[in-house]
């Protein structure tokens, strides 16, 4: 089955901690995301990758950075100096012109 | 930056009824697509519109590529208690951005009439 796999589902960290959310993918894109979604609130992306070992930043890059090894894997590490961490992460890779989803991690940070 | 706005911001169905609503931008479109997000979950692909014009189906959906190139529209007909949810449009920038990257709308969210 292809698609797109993000885990854990629900993530607790303590204030302070860095904490690595997962996503792989199996459809064979070049291209990775990595959005940040708030309650009521609509996508806001955080980085990209178009290739492997090459990533841009979002529009809300700021506390966050990222990975890309493999084309398969693009790791978003949420850092100490996101100021408001908590929020549901999606994970998406595409073709040309589509963006396909994985699941999403909820991170709530104590 | 290009922008696109989601017409209704939410609205509340009734078993049955029929469903419509929009995604309007300034600036022109070669791509619409159109996402559903279950609670708690990733956005789903419901259809992807390439031609102005374009009239697409997928069972009760139908979605349409306005012929201006400015707007889109999904209807929802005969619409059960499974279609609440957050509908999303989206579409690539056409300011030179890279490929596959996407702008999206705040969403319409379709929740069941108490």
Redesign the interface.
Known sequence: DGG?T?SPKYLFRKEGQNVTLSCEQNLNH??M?WYRQDPG???R?IY?S?IVNDF?KGDIAEGYSVSREKKESFPLTVTSAQKNPTA?Y?C?S???????????T?LTVL | GQQLNQSPQSMFIQEGEDVSMNCTSSSIFNTWLWYKQDPGEGPVLLIALYKAGELTSNGRLTAQFGITRKDSFLNISASIPSDVGIYFCAGPPNYGGSQGNLIFGKGTKLSVKP
């Not at chain 1, 595409?94 to 999403?104: A, H, L, N, R, V």
Request: a negative charge; charged letters at 10%.
């Open positions: 797109i993000q070049d291209a995301y609130q609509g996508l992306l990209y178009q841009q549901f999606l998406a595409s073709t040309i012109y589509e963006q396909f989803f994985g699941p999403g909820r």
